[in-house]
């Protein structure tokens, strides 16, 4: 199997795909867990050169840490609709992640979790946590230009940068386009006949998933760039696959 690096795209279907992935690979070959949260990309400031030599890593880190291990590894990554993937993300942490969990955790990391718990929708995504925001704001371009760990102005050459690097992926998934992506899945990667990829880690009870056109509106500009990279990807997604089927 081809090494791979996956850069997981927070609450868009990333648990199942990372799951499918490491089916792949020998226990030995997995890399740990590097960094989940903006305080740990802090305390382990970008010293990565210990990471290096394994063939699959996979995690909710940024391109800075491929390009510090990368040996050759293909690298893919997850797309969803901003605003869903935002509102999952919500409902995740207010549901799903216990009281216990939040004590385990800490409190620079446990606040934008309580902020879930808390607060309504509206108030969650106006919150002006510079923590919980990186979370929320234009993330994923982020991530794929260096790191989502920091915020950063949006600007044309770093969305070119994106956009190319998309392009030179080997795969992705689109949460709202499965079948297309499983069908790509399998295009790229024949020699390891993929079935479907499982379903794990989703969000349960969804009675705070209404959402306002208000809130909508704001998340959308808030989320420009990755509005951008997101339809950016659905539409390479159907030409290739168009292209696949001649």
């Avoid at 992640?97 to 929708?121: G, N, Y």
């Avoid at 106006?126 to 371009?141: E, G, K, V």
């Avoid at 989502?148 to 949006?154: F, S």
Wanted: with cysteine; aromatic share 14%.
């Amino acid at each position: 199997m081809t090494p791979l690096f996956f850069l997981h795209n927070a609450k868009a279907g990333g648990t199942s795909i990372q799951q499918m992935f490491e089916n792949l690979y020998p226990r030995d070959a997995i890399a740990p867990l590097i960094e989940n949260t903006p305080q740990q990309y802090r305390d382990i400031a970008r010293n990565y050169a210990r990471f290096k030599g394994y063939e699959f890593y996979a995690g909710h880190y940024g391109y800075c840490l491929f390009e510090a291990v990368n040996d050759g590894h293909a690298l893919v990554t997850n797309f969803r609709n901003p605003v869903s993937r935002i509102l999952s993300l919500y409902n995740f942490w207010r549901n799903n992640v216990s009281e216990r969990d939040i004590k385990s955790m800490l409190e620079v990391d446990a606040a934008p979790v309580k902020e879930a718990k808390t607060k309504s929708f509206s108030d969650f995504i106006r919150s002006d946590n510079p923590d919980l925001r990186l979370y929320i704001d234009n993330t994923h371009y982020r991530q794929i230009l260096d790191t989502w760990y920091v915020d950063r102005a949006p600007s044309l050459l770093g969305l070119v940068k994106v956009l190319k690097r998309i392009v030179a992926m080997r795969w992705f998934f689109v949460t709202e386009f499965p079948g297309l992506s499983q069908v790509a899945l399998r295009q790229a990667f024949p020699e390891v006949g993929f079935s479907n990829i499982p379903v794990v880690n989703a969000s349960s009870d969804k009675k705070h998933d209404s959402l306002s056109g208000e809130d909508a509106s704001y998340l959308i500009g808030r989320n420009a760039m990755d509005f951008t990279i997101y339809i950016f990807a659905v539409v390479l997604l159907t030409w290739r696959s168009r292209r696949a089927s001649r």
